[in-house]
Protein backbone atom coordinates (compact mmCIF):
# COMPACT_ATOMS: atom_id res chain seq x y z
CA UNK A 1 0.00 0.00 0.00
CA UNK A 2 1.10 3.36 -0.93
CA UNK A 3 2.31 5.71 1.90
CA UNK A 4 0.23 8.70 0.44
CA UNK A 5 -2.86 6.61 0.37
CA UNK A 6 -2.61 5.34 4.02
CA UNK A 7 -1.66 9.00 5.28
CA UNK A 8 -4.84 10.10 3.14
CA UNK A 9 -6.98 7.45 4.71
CA UNK A 10 -5.46 8.53 7.88
CA UNK A 11 -7.08 12.54 7.27
CA UNK A 12 -9.69 11.10 5.92
CA UNK A 13 -11.15 9.01 9.11
CA UNK A 14 -10.81 11.83 11.20
CA UNK A 15 -13.71 13.39 9.52
CA UNK A 16 -17.41 13.07 11.32
CA UNK A 17 -18.79 11.38 7.89
CA UNK A 18 -16.35 8.65 7.84
CA UNK A 19 -17.39 8.03 12.19
CA UNK A 20 -18.14 4.22 11.33
CA UNK A 21 -15.22 3.30 9.41
CA UNK A 22 -11.50 2.26 10.19
CA UNK A 23 -9.09 3.70 8.28
CA UNK A 24 -7.95 0.52 5.93
CA UNK A 25 -12.11 0.94 5.01
CA UNK A 26 -11.09 4.12 3.21
CA UNK A 27 -7.97 2.56 1.39
CA UNK A 28 -9.97 2.53 -1.68
CA UNK A 29 -11.60 5.69 -2.23
CA UNK A 30 -8.55 7.11 -1.09
CA UNK A 31 -7.15 5.89 -3.97
CA UNK A 32 -9.59 7.61 -6.12
CA UNK A 33 -9.29 10.86 -4.87
CA UNK A 34 -7.71 14.47 -6.61
CA UNK A 35 -5.76 17.03 -4.43
CA UNK A 36 -8.42 19.77 -4.18
CA UNK A 37 -6.81 23.57 -3.84
CA UNK A 38 -8.70 26.92 -4.08
CA UNK A 39 -8.26 30.46 -3.24
CA UNK A 40 -11.16 32.80 -1.89
CA UNK A 41 -13.90 33.15 -4.60
CA UNK A 42 -12.83 30.86 -6.99
CA UNK A 43 -16.08 28.21 -8.21
CA UNK A 44 -15.90 24.94 -7.31
CA UNK A 45 -18.92 24.34 -8.71
CA UNK A 46 -22.29 25.94 -10.56
CA UNK A 47 -25.88 25.46 -10.09
CA UNK A 48 -27.73 23.62 -13.33
CA UNK A 49 -24.35 22.13 -14.83
CA UNK A 50 -24.24 18.46 -14.84
CA UNK A 51 -22.76 16.59 -11.95
CA UNK A 52 -20.05 14.28 -12.19
CA UNK A 53 -17.75 15.16 -9.22
CA UNK A 54 -18.22 15.75 -5.26
CA UNK A 55 -15.83 17.86 -3.19
CA UNK A 56 -14.84 16.77 0.67
CA UNK A 57 -13.36 19.93 2.70
CA UNK A 58 -10.11 19.30 4.64
CA UNK A 59 -9.23 23.20 5.70
CA UNK A 60 -11.17 26.28 5.06
CA UNK A 61 -15.07 26.80 3.66
CA UNK A 62 -17.86 27.11 1.19
CA UNK A 63 -20.10 29.63 0.49
CA UNK A 64 -23.29 27.79 -1.08
CA UNK A 65 -25.49 30.40 -3.22
CA UNK A 66 -28.97 28.92 -4.41
CA UNK A 67 -31.63 31.08 -6.84
CA UNK A 68 -34.79 29.99 -6.00
CA UNK A 69 -37.70 29.79 -8.97
CA UNK A 70 -38.80 33.37 -7.38
CA UNK A 71 -35.50 34.95 -7.88
CA UNK A 72 -34.58 34.96 -4.37
CA UNK A 73 -30.90 33.49 -3.13
CA UNK A 74 -30.32 31.71 -0.63
CA UNK A 75 -27.08 31.37 1.33
CA UNK A 76 -25.53 28.93 3.65
CA UNK A 77 -21.84 28.03 4.91
CA UNK A 78 -20.16 24.68 4.18
CA UNK A 79 -17.30 24.22 7.10
CA UNK A 80 -14.00 22.33 6.93
CA UNK A 81 -15.11 18.36 7.21
CA UNK A 82 -17.96 17.92 5.16
CA UNK A 83 -18.80 16.85 1.53
CA UNK A 84 -20.22 19.15 -1.45
CA UNK A 85 -22.28 17.97 -4.32
CA UNK A 86 -23.95 14.78 -3.11
CA UNK A 87 -27.04 16.10 -4.01
CA UNK A 88 -26.71 16.18 -7.13
CA UNK A 89 -24.80 12.51 -7.80
CA UNK A 90 -27.69 11.44 -4.80
CA UNK A 91 -30.13 12.47 -7.72
CA UNK A 92 -28.28 11.80 -10.80
CA UNK A 93 -29.14 15.45 -11.56
CA UNK A 94 -27.83 18.90 -12.20
CA UNK A 95 -26.59 20.98 -9.47
CA UNK A 96 -29.20 22.42 -7.42
CA UNK A 97 -26.34 25.71 -6.15
CA UNK A 98 -23.46 27.09 -7.03
CA UNK A 99 -20.16 26.84 -4.48
CA UNK A 100 -17.85 29.07 -4.15
CA UNK A 101 -14.59 29.00 -2.10
CA UNK A 102 -14.39 31.28 1.21
CA UNK A 103 -10.87 32.00 2.08
CA UNK A 104 -8.24 29.52 0.92
CA UNK A 105 -9.65 25.92 0.70
CA UNK A 106 -8.27 22.38 0.75
CA UNK A 107 -9.14 19.38 0.11
CA UNK A 108 -9.92 16.82 -1.71
CA UNK A 109 -12.30 15.92 -5.59
CA UNK A 110 -13.70 12.72 -6.14
CA UNK A 111 -15.49 11.58 -9.20
CA UNK A 112 -18.33 9.13 -10.24
CA UNK A 113 -16.49 6.29 -9.28
CA UNK A 114 -14.96 7.73 -5.85
CA UNK A 115 -18.72 8.38 -5.32
CA UNK A 116 -19.50 5.15 -5.75
CA UNK A 117 -17.16 3.80 -3.84
CA UNK A 118 -18.10 6.17 -0.93
CA UNK A 119 -21.76 5.09 -0.94
CA UNK A 120 -20.84 1.44 -0.30
CA UNK A 121 -18.96 2.59 3.26
CA UNK A 122 -19.90 2.03 6.93
CA UNK A 123 -22.81 4.40 7.51
CA UNK A 124 -21.98 6.80 4.86
CA UNK A 125 -25.11 6.51 2.56
CA UNK A 126 -27.35 7.15 5.29
CA UNK A 127 -25.17 10.20 6.80
CA UNK A 128 -25.25 11.76 2.87
CA UNK A 129 -29.01 11.19 2.61
CA UNK A 130 -29.80 12.98 6.32
CA UNK A 131 -27.48 16.03 5.02
CA UNK A 132 -29.09 16.37 1.96
CA UNK A 133 -32.10 16.41 3.02
CA UNK A 134 -31.16 19.28 5.63
CA UNK A 135 -30.04 21.25 3.04
CA UNK A 136 -32.43 21.31 1.00
CA UNK A 137 -34.37 22.17 4.03
CA UNK A 138 -32.14 25.08 4.65
CA UNK A 139 -33.14 26.52 0.59
CA UNK A 140 -36.77 26.56 1.40
CA UNK A 141 -38.46 30.14 1.96
CA UNK A 142 -39.88 30.42 5.31
CA UNK A 143 -43.54 30.97 4.68
CA UNK A 144 -45.16 33.79 6.46
CA UNK A 145 -48.09 33.55 8.48
CA UNK A 146 -50.36 36.10 11.19
CA UNK A 147 -51.48 35.00 14.67
CA UNK A 148 -54.73 36.47 15.62
CA UNK A 149 -53.12 39.98 16.79
CA UNK A 150 -51.19 40.51 13.65
CA UNK A 151 -47.86 39.09 14.45
CA UNK A 152 -46.03 38.11 11.87
CA UNK A 153 -43.70 34.92 12.06
CA UNK A 154 -41.97 32.53 9.80
CA UNK A 155 -42.42 28.94 9.43
CA UNK A 156 -39.39 26.45 7.81
CA UNK A 157 -38.64 22.96 8.60
CA UNK A 158 -36.07 22.93 11.33
CA UNK A 159 -32.08 22.90 10.83
CA UNK A 160 -29.22 21.59 12.59
CA UNK A 161 -28.77 25.67 13.32
CA UNK A 162 -31.65 25.70 15.28
CA UNK A 163 -29.80 24.27 18.96
CA UNK A 164 -27.84 27.36 18.70
CA UNK A 165 -30.75 29.77 17.91
CA UNK A 166 -32.89 27.98 20.83
CA UNK A 167 -29.77 29.23 23.23
CA UNK A 168 -29.26 32.48 21.88
CA UNK A 169 -33.09 33.34 21.06
CA UNK A 170 -35.28 36.40 22.51
CA UNK A 171 -38.08 33.99 23.43
CA UNK A 172 -37.90 32.25 26.56
CA UNK A 173 -38.70 29.12 27.26
CA UNK A 174 -39.00 28.47 31.28
CA UNK A 175 -38.07 25.48 32.96
CA UNK A 176 -42.16 24.65 33.70
CA UNK A 177 -42.51 24.64 29.56
CA UNK A 178 -39.74 22.47 29.07
CA UNK A 179 -40.74 20.45 32.27
CA UNK A 180 -44.13 19.61 30.10
CA UNK A 181 -42.54 18.95 27.02
CA UNK A 182 -39.99 16.49 28.06
CA UNK A 183 -41.46 15.62 31.06
CA UNK A 184 -38.29 16.01 32.95
CA UNK A 185 -36.31 18.92 34.42
CA UNK A 186 -33.34 18.30 31.72
CA UNK A 187 -30.58 20.04 30.31
CA UNK A 188 -30.59 20.17 26.57
CA UNK A 189 -27.47 17.97 26.61
CA UNK A 190 -25.20 17.48 22.88
CA UNK A 191 -26.68 14.51 22.06
CA UNK A 192 -30.30 15.63 22.22
CA UNK A 193 -29.50 18.65 20.73
CA UNK A 194 -28.54 16.37 17.57
CA UNK A 195 -31.98 14.62 18.57
CA UNK A 196 -33.97 17.85 18.00
CA UNK A 197 -32.24 19.31 15.90
CA UNK A 198 -30.75 17.25 13.39
CA UNK A 199 -33.81 15.13 11.20
CA UNK A 200 -34.28 13.44 8.09
CA UNK A 201 -37.47 14.91 7.88
CA UNK A 202 -38.66 11.07 6.98
CA UNK A 203 -39.05 9.31 9.75
CA UNK A 204 -38.72 12.42 12.16
CA UNK A 205 -39.94 15.60 10.87
CA UNK A 206 -40.04 19.30 12.72
CA UNK A 207 -41.38 22.38 11.77
CA UNK A 208 -40.19 25.75 13.56
CA UNK A 209 -41.89 29.00 14.33
CA UNK A 210 -39.28 31.76 14.71
CA UNK A 211 -39.46 35.61 14.74
CA UNK A 212 -38.80 38.20 11.84
CA UNK A 213 -34.94 38.04 13.51
CA UNK A 214 -35.10 34.39 12.97
CA UNK A 215 -35.42 33.80 16.65
CA UNK A 216 -37.11 30.33 17.77
CA UNK A 217 -40.92 30.93 18.68
CA UNK A 218 -41.82 26.90 18.98
CA UNK A 219 -41.68 24.34 17.06
CA UNK A 220 -43.85 20.81 16.24
CA UNK A 221 -42.41 17.33 15.42
CA UNK A 222 -43.68 13.54 14.65
CA UNK A 223 -41.19 10.25 15.09
CA UNK A 224 -42.69 7.54 13.10
CA UNK A 225 -43.27 4.36 14.87
CA UNK A 226 -40.99 1.88 13.84
CA UNK A 227 -43.60 -0.65 13.85
CA UNK A 228 -45.98 0.83 12.14
CA UNK A 229 -44.98 3.64 9.55
CA UNK A 230 -48.66 5.31 9.37
CA UNK A 231 -48.25 6.16 12.80
CA UNK A 232 -46.08 8.90 14.57
CA UNK A 233 -45.93 10.24 17.89
CA UNK A 234 -46.05 14.35 18.68
CA UNK A 235 -44.49 16.76 20.55
CA UNK A 236 -44.56 20.27 20.71
CA UNK A 237 -43.16 23.29 22.65
CA UNK A 238 -43.80 27.09 22.36
CA UNK A 239 -41.88 29.69 24.03
CA UNK A 240 -43.91 31.56 26.99
CA UNK A 241 -44.45 34.88 25.57
CA UNK A 242 -46.32 33.18 22.76
CA UNK A 243 -48.61 30.80 24.86
CA UNK A 244 -52.45 31.08 24.59
CA UNK A 245 -51.95 33.55 21.22
CA UNK A 246 -52.91 30.22 18.96
CA UNK A 247 -49.32 29.25 18.32
CA UNK A 248 -49.99 25.29 19.76
CA UNK A 249 -53.02 25.14 17.21
CA UNK A 250 -51.49 26.44 14.12
CA UNK A 251 -48.52 24.13 14.64
CA UNK A 252 -50.75 21.17 14.96
CA UNK A 253 -52.24 22.18 11.69
CA UNK A 254 -48.76 22.34 9.92
CA UNK A 255 -47.61 19.39 11.44
CA UNK A 256 -51.40 17.45 9.68
CA UNK A 257 -50.23 19.13 6.36
CA UNK A 258 -46.69 17.85 6.47
CA UNK A 259 -48.04 13.97 7.87
CA UNK A 260 -50.33 13.64 4.65
CA UNK A 261 -47.58 14.56 2.58
CA UNK A 262 -45.04 11.72 4.66
CA UNK A 263 -48.02 9.38 4.75
CA UNK A 264 -49.02 8.99 8.47
CA UNK A 265 -52.40 8.23 9.69
CA UNK A 266 -52.65 8.67 12.73
CA UNK A 267 -50.83 10.85 15.66
CA UNK A 268 -50.52 9.49 19.21
CA UNK A 269 -49.14 11.71 21.93
CA UNK A 270 -47.99 11.02 25.61
CA UNK A 271 -48.33 13.61 27.69
CA UNK A 272 -48.69 14.81 31.71
CA UNK A 273 -51.83 15.27 32.86
CA UNK A 274 -51.67 18.53 33.74
CA UNK A 275 -50.31 20.22 30.38
CA UNK A 276 -53.88 21.38 29.82
CA UNK A 277 -52.81 23.78 26.54
CA UNK A 278 -51.76 20.38 24.76
CA UNK A 279 -54.74 18.31 25.76
CA UNK A 280 -56.88 21.24 24.87
CA UNK A 281 -55.49 21.40 21.18
CA UNK A 282 -55.67 17.44 20.84
CA UNK A 283 -58.97 17.70 22.25
CA UNK A 284 -60.52 19.41 19.25
CA UNK A 285 -59.25 16.09 17.40
CA UNK A 286 -61.06 13.88 19.75
CA UNK A 287 -58.78 12.72 21.89
CA UNK A 288 -59.82 10.00 24.26
CA UNK A 289 -57.08 9.75 27.42
CA UNK A 290 -56.20 6.91 28.86
CA UNK A 291 -53.94 7.06 32.06
CA UNK A 292 -49.94 5.60 31.23
CA UNK A 293 -48.48 6.38 34.53
CA UNK A 294 -48.91 8.89 37.61
CA UNK A 295 -49.38 11.93 36.11
CA UNK A 296 -48.61 10.63 32.33
CA UNK A 297 -51.66 10.32 30.14
CA UNK A 298 -51.91 9.03 26.35
CA UNK A 299 -54.28 9.39 23.21
CA UNK A 300 -54.41 8.18 19.44
CA UNK A 301 -56.22 10.94 17.05
CA UNK A 302 -56.50 10.57 13.40
CA UNK A 303 -54.48 12.58 10.91
CA UNK A 304 -56.95 15.24 8.92
CA UNK A 305 -57.83 14.94 5.24
CA UNK A 306 -56.16 17.84 4.20
CA UNK A 307 -59.47 19.33 3.04
CA UNK A 308 -60.63 19.42 6.44
CA UNK A 309 -57.66 21.72 8.11
CA UNK A 310 -58.82 24.71 8.86
CA UNK A 311 -56.21 27.26 6.71
CA UNK A 312 -56.46 29.14 3.27
CA UNK A 313 -55.85 26.97 0.60
CA UNK A 314 -52.99 28.86 -0.37
CA UNK A 315 -51.21 28.36 3.23
CA UNK A 316 -52.24 24.95 2.99
CA UNK A 317 -50.56 24.42 -0.30
CA UNK A 318 -47.32 26.27 0.70
CA UNK A 319 -46.62 24.62 4.07
CA UNK A 320 -47.44 20.97 2.04
CA UNK A 321 -45.09 21.85 -0.93
CA UNK A 322 -42.16 23.25 2.32
CA UNK A 323 -42.34 19.27 3.23
CA UNK A 324 -42.88 17.71 0.08
CA UNK A 325 -39.44 19.10 -0.63
CA UNK A 326 -37.87 17.79 2.30
CA UNK A 327 -39.14 14.63 2.44
CA UNK A 328 -38.77 13.80 -1.28
CA UNK A 329 -35.61 15.54 -1.94
CA UNK A 330 -33.77 12.51 -3.08
CA UNK A 331 -36.99 11.16 -5.09
Not at 120 to 147: D, K, M, S
Not at 250 to 278: H, Q, Y
Not at 319 to 325: K, L, S, V
Request: proline share 4%; hydrophobic share 45%.
Amino acid sequence: MAEWITARAAELSNLSVFADCFPADLYPLAALLEPLRAGDGEVLMRQGETAHSFLIIATGSGLVERVNADGQTLRMTIEAGQLIGEIALLRRGPRVATVLAAGEVTGWVGRDDAFDTLIELPGVLNTLVRTARQRTAAFINPIPIHLADGTELLLRPVLPGDSARAERGAVEFSAETVFRRFMSPRELSPSLKAYLFEVDYVNHFAWVLCDLEDGMVGDVRFVRDENDRTAAEIAFIVGDEYQGRGVGSFLMKALMLAASVAGIEKFTARVLSDNLPMRAILDKYGAKWEREDIGVVTTVIEVQEVREVRLPADLKDRIRDAARQVYGALS
